[in-house]
Every structure is written in C-alpha cells, then in structure tokens.
C-alpha cells in the first residue's frame, strides 16, 4: 500500500545549490546551481523510497511567462539522466510532474521549474569596521562593548554569511542568522554585529565576550563560497570577575585546602596559600591585588598566587588581608576579606638540672650527666616567644598517658627519665627528654692474686702476667698507665711498658666521678732461650720462676691459656739447659775419638769435621755456639781440639784441589749447546780430573762427573761426524777415553775410472727398476788414535744433494777396492727425504749413494785440461772456444773501424753547416778574445759588465 503523492523535485540532481520556492503557491521553484542539474531516470522496478511505489517522472520546456502547461502539450517519460541546462546556456523553463500509477490523473499537478546557472563566486569586500593595525594588518576592535563589521558582497543570488575562530580547534564556521540575505541588483551590503549583552535591536549579532581574530566567508543559493581575506580581531570584555568564597582556595603544604572559616578561628604552624579560579571568561584577563590591614595600598599578587609568606614583617599572629579581582578592560573589580591566623614559632625550651648536695645547690648537671649527688632538680626554660597559647606538660619513662601539667622544678634520688612536652594553639609539638643518672658505687677491679701493697710508695712485683677485669655499670673510664683499659685486659709480661720498669697503674672512673685505682710492678722474666747458661746464677733465677708460677696456678690467678704459657715457657727453658748439656758431652766425646784415631778421609771424615768446627767459626747465630759453650767445651780438652784443627788442615788441602776442578767443569758448556770446537777444552779439564788421587774422586760431585763425561762423550762423537759432505757415523765403539780419532770423507770424482766403472758395473748387474744411477761416491775412513781397533755397529748418514730431492727410490752400494760392488740392505730413507741412513760393522769404505733414473754413461776424454762451471774442457771444446775468440775479436775491429768513418764524415758535414751559417749572418771573422770589463770607480775591485760581443758585423 503506498498513498503517498510523489514530488517530481525528488527527480532533480544538482551538484551545488538550493531549489528555492518561486511563490507561495507551492508549484514554481527555482534551481540554483553552479554546475550542471539535471533529472533522475524512471525508477523501472521497486519504489525509489522503500516500500513505496515505483515513480516515473515526465517533463516537457515552457518559458518566462507560462502559468499552466500548454493543452495538447507533449510530455516526455524520464528513462535517462535529462541534462535541465542546454550547452552554452545558463538558465531554462520546464514544467515536470511525478506519476506512481496509484492516483487519479486529475489529481496530478505538474510544478514549474526555473533552473538557472551561475558562473562567478561572489566577491566581498570590506565597507568598515574597526582599526586596521599596521603590526598584524587586522581590523582590530580594542576592547569594547559593541562591534560591527560591514560586508559587501557581489554575487546573482542571496547570499548566507558565517564566521569561524582562527586558532580554535574546536570552532567550526558558524552561520549568521538563519536565512539567505536578499541581494538586489547584484549587490549587497551587511552588518555582522558582536556585543558584550543581548540587544533586542540586534537579533543576529554574536553575543558574548571574546578575544578571538575572526574569519568570515559568504555562500549563496548556487553553492559558491567565497572566504573573505582580511580577519577581524575583536576584543570584547563587559564581564565582573569572580571574588567569592566559592572561587577562592586556601590551602596549607601539610593539611591541602582549609576553609576560609577556618583560616579565620584556627592557628595554623604554616603559611597559607591563597589561589583564585574564574568561572567567569575575562578574556581581557583579571589582575588580583592585595591590601594587608592598616595599609593603603594594593600590591600586585604574583602569577602563582598569595601566600602569607609574602606579607613584609609578618612573623605570626592574626591578620586581616583585603583580596581585589579587577578586569583589565574596563577595571570592573570585586573584593573579599579574609582573615589569618599563623604561629610559626616553635616552641623552644630546654630543661635545666641541678646537683643538690646536703641541701644546697653544687653543679649544673646536663641530661644523661651521672653525678653522685643526693638530689637533682631539673626545670623549665622557654627560649620563644610564640603568637598563640603554649601549654606544657610532662610524663616518666614510656607512660604518655598519665602526663600532668608542668607548673614548677622536679626533683629525684634516683635516676629517672622525664618528658616535658610543649604545645602551641598551631598544634607544633615540642618534646624535651631529661635522664637524671645518680649513682654513689665506686668501681670493683679483679685481678686475682695482684692486689695494692700496703706502702703506696713501694708496689708489689709480680713475674706472671694477670688478666684485669672491672665491675662498673656506668663506665666513664678505665686507663691503664694513662691508656684505655679493655675489660678482661691481660697485663703480660711481655708487652708491658719496661721503660718505667714495668709500673702499672690502673684507674677505673665511674660517670658520677667515683673512682677505683691498683698499682704494681709486672717485671718480664730475664732468661730466654737464646741467653740462659749453665750457672748458679741462671738456674736459681729459673728456679724462683718456676715457684712463683705454682704459686699463680694454685691461687686461680691465671686463665688456662695463660697457664699453658707460662708452663710452655718453663719447660722450653728446662729444655735448653738440657740441650746446651748435650751439646758440650757430644762435642767432648767426638774430641775424644779424634785423639784415638791415627788416620783420617776425605769421603768420611772431611764432613763431620767441617761440622763440628762450623760450631766455633761459622757466621749463622743460630748455628755458632756462644764463648761460654765454646770455653766449657775445650776446658780440659785443649790438645784434642788442637788435632782436630791439625787434621782437618790437612784434608781440606786436598778438597782445594777437588773444588778447583769441580769449578773447571761448571765453566764447560752446557751439553746442549757443546760443539766440535770445544774438544779441546773439555779434554783438558777431564785429564785435570783423571789426575785426581783415588780419596778425591770419592768426593768429587757425581752430576759434575757426569756431565763432564757427557761432554767427553758428545764432542769425540761430533768428531766423527763429517756435516761438509753429509756423512755422519754414530757407533758403539767409537769413543774412546784416550781417543783422538775423526772421520775423513772423501768424494769420487764423477769423471774418474773409478765412478765409471761403478756406474757401468750396476748398469749391467741391475735392472731399470733397481736405483742404479749414482749420485755420489763417497769414501768414509777413521783417522787418528784409536782406528786401528773395531769400530762395532755404525750408523752412517750420507746427505742426498739438494737436485735430487725430487727423486723417490734410493739405494746404498758399498764399493770394495776389487771393483765388486755390493748393495747395503738396511739403507733407508730418512722421513725428512733429505738423507738416507744405513749401519756397518766394524769397518768402513766406500759407499756409493744411487737413484732410479735413465743414465748412460760417457765415454771418457783422451785428455782434459780443466772444468769451468763443472763442464770438463776437452782438445775439441777448447778448439771451439778459440775459434770463438778469434770471430770476437775480428767483429770487434770491423766495428770500430765503421764508428770512425761515420765519425770523420759528420764532422766534415757539421764543419761545412757552420761555415755557410757565419756567411749567411754576415760575420766573416772570429775576434782572438774580448776586451777586459771597466772597472767600478767607488770600488775598483768590482768590474763592470758590459754587452758580450761575439760577433763583428759588417
């Protein structure tokens, strides 16, 4: 069901602009647009609003004056997009009507349609309004209560105006009044009015107060829009500022905000802020002042606001400050009183004590001050002067809740700990705690068996150390020879103070003055081990020693570690007498076997000698005997000591001989660093050492023994190695304790019969695949002492030379002096490939080293008369290098003698050229020489240049 009548206006499409009655008949529009417009197509199926009909539109022109259609008019149905605007046109007539095939014919009305086309924006531009600044270039209205700005606008049809904030990012444009603005004759001009308060004369105008640069623009019916260029800024402020208690907070940095009533009947300990919030807009802004009762002036208050801080002379107390809120623009001002109460003033006071002794006052005592008074008074004494009420209280010990009022002195026998407490109106809380200390107790001192003699002049000696303790419980003090004495102190014998010849005294001084004193002597015991002797005098001053120890140890007067000590002592110095005892029996028994025994050694008796005499020589104290044991042991063993001297002489001649060789061998070197070289030199210090007698080779050093064999060992080896032509024989026998033997190598000349032989002998005894070309021969003898005798299993290391290191198969030959030739079967290659290493037996001779290669074998000269660079000169190759020489030296003269004939032409030339050149330039002589240069008359020494001439022309 669908009994709606459908509009034809729903078939207009515009791309900008309004359709606008032409009448009040309700059936003449106008379309406004600045682009195209034109008409919607006939919806074919379904409604063109839901669930409505389908429509259909139809149209036919008309034109200016036409009220009704036409009759018998031609209506055309809308079945494609109708552009309403022909080209080259800008307005048209057209009657349309609306058809949704549910209402009579007669019942539909068709509406005339006037679209009209505007090509141009309208332009606008400023009539007056306001004061242009030269600084920004705005119209500007300087904080007033009315301000118009007049617009003129250029456009064909009605205008709208809006206006915007700049720099607000919450404005929006905003439309001036609510209709179209009738322009006539294609011109208009405005009126956009702001005010402070309403004004029924000015229903459009913008209400309120502002501080804003404005920005305006104007569209019209056809949907152009024009921005105007120049802004307004427009200062408008009829507002009062705000001064109530609802706009104003106090508040405190410990307690945040107070109320203005508070401020008022309360004592704050603090200055009180004041901060002012507008709810009122003053844009033109708001100053607060302040005036402080009995003055007449305002003052400015600060950004941050009022504090009571900044009232000049203001310590406390109550005062009342009068607080001004004035506009700026037009010093609209409201006022506020308020009124403060401030008492900073801490309560200060200090409690004061009093000694009272039989009922008079002696000295002022402080808190925590001992004192061994009878009675002490303590008081009051307030050092403030507050500006509001102090109430003083005080308690004892920890009991808060029973406090009383303080209203004079107190006073106590005991010791006790009082609490004064002082409170201002602010609520400032001021404690003060007095502790009264009386104590009549001297000090107790413990020290075992060590007590005061009965003559103060004379004290008491003591030999054993004590330890000190004291009984106080209010210490002051307690000194020991004017140092701090710990408690549980053991007063030793061995860090007592000697100086003074151990006097120890010892004070123990309460807090309250009483005070407790011990005095003795503390001697240390002589006798050490490193002095007792054996005599009277030493062992009875151990004796009383080791009484007076029993006597400390059956009084209880020492502590166990102590004891042991003590016992520790005694029994080291017992001990020693024990061992000196020995020492002087030992030392007279060995005398004694000295002076029994008629022969002595080196190996058996050198040592025990040297140790017994060290006794009496040496330079170590702790090994050398003092004079009084050296004196105890010879007494009756005078003639025995003078043997042991004799004989000890004796032996240590002969250890002479045996260090001077033993520092022979530590001069050799060491046997890493041994060379051939050094042959010599270790032979002669081993026939030094082989010419030792049997009983010094007894106490030779066996590790220099044995490196000098060593070294004898290695350099008669590196004898017998040959490093020039890579041979080297390493054997059991060789090296003989008398032997001066060395190997001798010599090499076969490869164009000798000899090394021909060889080469055709394995040639034609061996196959191509056995090493059979020779790389050397060499012929290894042993010289010298010695070579006649059995050389044993020998190592023989012959060098492969460097061109043949490429060669992979080698093979060892010995060759006999008949020509046979053998192969060596234990020859083997080295891993370094550079040698080839084979043993012998006993003998040595010649041995030929071979490699797997093509050889042959040539035949040799009938005469050679040299080698140069290994290459042998034969008759024929020294016939050759004649013939060479000659050539040479004939090629030589031929150019010669070409170099001088070329020479001898060029010259004739170049003589000729320079002759021709002299004529062509006219000079026809060449003078012998030039005149000499005139000399400087100021300095005749000089000579003065002239012009160098050459030349003479004609």
Request: net charge negative.
């Amino acid at each position: 069901m669908d009994t709606s009548t459908p509009s034809a206006l729903y078939a207009v499409n515009q791309t900008a602009g309004e359709i606008v009655e032409a009448d009040a008949s309700g059936t003449s529009y106008i379309v406004y647009s600045k682009g195209s417009v034109e008409l919607k197509p006939t919806v074919a199926e379904g409604a063109f609003f839901g669930q409505k009909a389908p429509i259909r539109y139809y149209y036919t022109t008309s034109n200016a004056t036409e009220t009704q259609p036409a009759d018998g008019v031609q209506w055309t149905l809308v079945n494609e997009t109708k552009n309403l605007i022909p080209e080259n046109t800008t307005s048209a007539y057209y009657w349309v009507y609306a058809d949704n095939g549910l209402i009579p014919s007669a019942s539909i009305v068709p509406i005339k349609l006037f679209v009209k086309k505007e090509t141009k924006a309208p332009v606008t531009s400023y009539v007056s309004g306001g004061t242009v600044t030269s600084t920004s270039g705005l119209y500007e209205f300087n904080w007033t209560s009315f301000a118009r700005v007049r617009l003129k606008v250029t456009s064909e049809t009605d205008v709208y105006f809006w206006y915007m904030y700049e720099g607000k990012a919450d404005s929006n444009w905003t439309l001036i009044g609510n209709k179209a603005q009738k322009v006539q004759n294609g011109t208009l001009t405005y009126d956009i009015f702001f005010l402070g308060e309403p004004n029924a004369s000015y229903p459009d105008a913008i209400v309120g107060s502002l501080k804003e640069t404005v920005k305006f623009k104007v569209t019209n019916l056809s949907g152009w829009e024009c921005e105007v260029d120049s802004k307004v800024l427009i200062k408008i402020d009829v507002n009062y500022p705000e001064m109530t208690e609802d706009n104003i907070i106090l508040s405190t940095l410990s307690q945040g905000n107070i109320s203005i009533e508070d401020a008022k009947n309360k004592f704050y300990a603090e200055d009180i802020s004041v901060k002012f919030v507008q709810f009122v807009s003053n844009p033109s802004g708001v100053e607060y002042l302040y005036k402080v009762e009995g003055e007449e002036d305002y003052e400015q208050m600060s950004v941050s606001g009022f504090s009571t801080r900044y009232i000049n002379n203001f310590e406390g107390g109550t005062i009342k400050v009068t607080f001004m809120a004035r506009q700026l623009a037009s010093n609209n001002s409201r006022t506020i009183d308020i009124i403060f109460n401030i008492d900073k003033v801490v309560p200060t006071f200090v409690l004061v004590g009093q000694a009272i002794r039989n009922g008079s006052n002696a000295e002022p005592l402080n808190s925590h001050e001992w004192t061994n008074a009878d009675v002490v008074s303590v008081s009051k004494e307030s050092t403030s002067k507050p500006f509001s009420k102090v109430t003083y209280t005080y308690y004892y010990g920890e009991d808060r809740e029973n406090a009383s009022n303080l209203n004079g002195t107190l006073e106590f026998d005991k010791p006790t700990l009082v609490t004064v407490i002082a409170v201002n109106q602010a609520g400032v809380r001021v404690e003060r705690s007095f502790q009264v200390n009386i104590d009549k107790t001297a000090p107790v001192i413990n020290s075992g068996n060590i007590v005061n003699s009965d003559d103060p002049n004379k004290p008491n000696e003591y030999y054993i150390d004590q330890k000190i303790t004291y009984v106080e419980d209010n210490l002051k003090s307690a000194m020991y020879n004017n140092y701090p004495l710990p408690n549980g102190h053991i007063i030793a014998t061995n860090t007592v103070d000697n100086s003074n010849g151990g006097l120890v005294h010892i004070v123990v001084t309460d807090l309250a003055g009483n005070k407790t004193e011990l005095t003795f002597y503390m001697k240390v015991f002589d006798l050490t081990v490193n002095n007792i002797e054996i005599n009277d005098e030493d062992i009875a001053l151990l004796d009383k020693f080791r009484a007076d120890y029993i006597s400390a140890v059956e009084s209880n007067s020492l502590d166990e570690n102590r004891s042991n000590y003590f016992k520790t002592q005694i029994a080291r110095l017992d001990d020693r007498l024990a061992m000196l005892r020995k020492q002087i029996a030992d030392y007279q028994a060995y005398l004694k076997e000295i002076d029994r025994r008629p022969t002595f050694s080196l190996i058996s008796d050198y040592p025990i000698m040297n140790k017994y005499l060290n006794y009496f020589t040496t330079e170590d104290v702790l090994v050398l005997y003092p004079q009084w044991q050296q004196d105890m042991i010879k007494l009756g063993y005078e003639e025995e000591f003078a043997k042991l001297e004799r004989e000890h002489a004796k032996l240590e001649s002969e250890m002479v001989g045996v260090r001077a060789v033993e520092k022979a061998v530590t001069t050799l070197p060491a046997m890493n660093v041994v060379t051939k070289e050094d042959y010599q030199t270790v032979f002669n210090v081993y026939t030094q050492f082989y010419s030792l007698n049997g009983d010094q080779k007894t106490v030779f050093n066996p590790n220099l023994k044995n490196k000098l064999d060593e070294l004898k060992r290695l350099v008669e080896l590196y004898r017998m190695q040959d490093e020039g032509v890579g041979v080297e024989i390493v054997g059991d026998n060789i090296v003989m304790s008398d032997s001066s033997m060395q190997i001798v190598t010599t090499e076969i000349s490869k164009t000798s019969e000899t090394f021909n032989n060889a080469q055709l002998s394995l040639l034609e005894n061996y196959d191509e695949s056995a090493a059979r070309s020779i790389i050397c021969i060499k012929q290894v003898a042993v010289e010298g002492e010695g070579a006649q005798y059995k050389l044993g299993i020998c190592n023989v290391t012959m060098a492969i030379p460097e061109e043949f290191y490429g060669y992979i198969n080698y093979a060892v030959y010995k060759l006999y002096d008949d020509g046979t030739i053998v192969q060596i079967e234990n020859a083997k290659l080295n891993p370094d490939a550079k040698s080839v290493t084979f043993q012998v037996v006993d003998e040595l001779g010649k041995y030929i080293l071979t490699t797997q290669a093509n050889t042959t074998v040539r035949p040799q000269s009938e005469k050679i008369y040299g080698t140069i660079a290994n290459i042998e000169i034969d008759a024929k190759l020294l016939t050759y290098i004649t013939y060479t020489v000659c050539a040479l030296f004939v090629l030589m003269i031929i150019i010669m003698v070409i170099i001088g004939l070329r020479r001898r032409k060029f010259f004739a030339q170049y003589n000729k050229d320079h002759k021709k050149s002299l004529l062509r330039r006219g000079i026809t002589s060449i003078p012998k020489g030039n005149p000499p240069p005139a000399s400087n008359p100021a300095r005749p020494e000089e000579r003065v240049r002239h012009e160098q001439q050459v030349r003479f022309r004609k």
